[in-house]
């Protein structure tokens, strides 16, 4: 026995199995329904064309400020207040500006939005007519609205291009803010402050000129500015000057230093020395020493060794012999001096230093009669 569930109010049993049998003849028809929906969504979103939108804001001002006066204002109690709101009849104004019909017609014409049609015999639309049905068409797609509490106006086209839908807006914004400056400004009034704008700039330049020669004739310049040169330079002299003073100083003390030197240092110095023996003496005293041996032979030959001559002659052998022997311990010194190099550098530096000198002192010279010639002007 299988359990079924009975409902409703007569006598006919419902079972579960039935409800269920129900369901799944109808489950094809829901499926079939439902992959119906989805392609049709698909073929509307690929076949309908896109659509691009472009936006712009205006901000609207007040031309000129209107001053509100009271008389608490004109007693002097309190400052004037500016009024510089704008009204809600300025922002509709602003917006008919926009809507209105030359402008929409001038849009037409300029973006080709009035495309080429033929009427129901096939005969080509006129022009005109063409342009007024375009200016119609292009007032409906336009969405003009102010925002709320805000001086601000937003416009809003839509189109199959976007090049189109960015062209309308910009051939609308030109037009728009071309026709305002027409409405707000009087014909003339830019020529007008044009021509006095010209007119005072010359005048200002035959001044300028006037006064630069009357200033040449006359040898003038603006004091102030003749008072801060005369500063400057007097500033640039006192730098120079103590320059000047510094180089003399350095110049003086090397002099000095250069002089103590020089007078310590010989003018000449040995270059090369050699010591000689006394070889003339030497020689000579040999020759005496031969002779006189050669004489005391000859005398050997006719007097005894202890004759008076022999021993004469033995006493000038035993002088001669020292003397030898002394010149030949005595040498002679040979030297050879040449002009100190040394000497000669210090020599030159000092030259050096003296120009030095000499040219730091007609330096502070020169600025010392500058800075008379400052102070007096």
Not at 150 to 177: E, R
Not at 202 to 214: D, M
Not at 330 to 356: G, Y
């Amino acid at each position: 026995m299988r359990p079924q569930l009975t409902t409703g109010y007569g006598k006919n049993p419902i079972s579960l199995r039935d409800g269920a049998s129900a369901i799944f003849r109808r489950r094809g028809l829901l499926l079939v329904t439902f992959l119906a929906v989805i392609v049709g969504t698909i073929l509307v979103t690929l076949l309908l064309p896109n659509r691009y939108e472009s936006r712009m804001k205006i901000l609207v001002k007040n031309q000129r400020v209107d001053l509100a006066i009271t008389p608490e204002a004109t007693n002097g109690s309190n400052t004037p207040t500016i009024e510089n709101e704008v009204s809600e009849n300025q922002i509709n104004s602003e917006i008919e500006l926009l809507t209105s019909k030359d402008i929409l017609t001038e849009i037409v014409k300029d973006t080709g939005l009035a495309k080429g049609e033929t009427n129901l015999f096939g005969r080509p639309v006129p022009e005109a007519e063409r342009v007024e049905k375009a200016a119609n068409q292009l007032a409906k797609d336009l969405t003009i609205n102010p925002v709320r509490k805000a001086n601000i106006i937003t416009v809003t086209y839509a189109s199959n291009s976007p090049q189109v839908a960015a062209a309308v807006l910009k051939k609308l914004g030109d037009l728009y803010l071309e026709k305002h400056l027409k409405l707000n400004h009087p014909a003339g009034a830019s020529d007008f402050f044009k021509d006095q704008a010209e007119d005072y700039g010359n005048q200002l330049k035959e001044s300028e000129q006037r006064l630069s020669e009357f200033q040449q004739q006359n040898n003038l310049v603006v004091l102030s500015q003749q008072k801060e040169l005369t500063l400057q330079k007097t500033a640039e002299a006192k730098t120079k000057m103590l320059d000047a003073e510094a180089a003399l100083n350095e110049a003086t003390h090397r002099i000095e230093r250069v002089e103590q030197q020089l007078s310590m240092m010989p003018k000449r110095v040995i270059t090369q020395s050699r010591q000689l023996p006394n070889q003339y003496s030497a020689e000579r005293l040999n020759t005496m020493i031969v002779e006189l041996q050669n004489k005391r032979t000859q005398l050997l030959t006719k007097f005894r060794p202890d004759d008076r001559l022999v021993r004469e002659v033995d006493e000038q052998i035993r002088t001669t012999r020292d003397a030898l022997n002394r010149a030949e311990q005595k040498t002679s010194v040979e030297e050879a001096t040449d002009l100190n190099p040394l000497r000669q550098t210090l020599e030159t530096e000092l030259s050096r230093a003296r120009l030095d000198q000499a040219g730091a002192k007609a330096r502070r010279d020169t600025l010392t009669s500058q800075l008379g010639q400052y102070d007096a002007s």
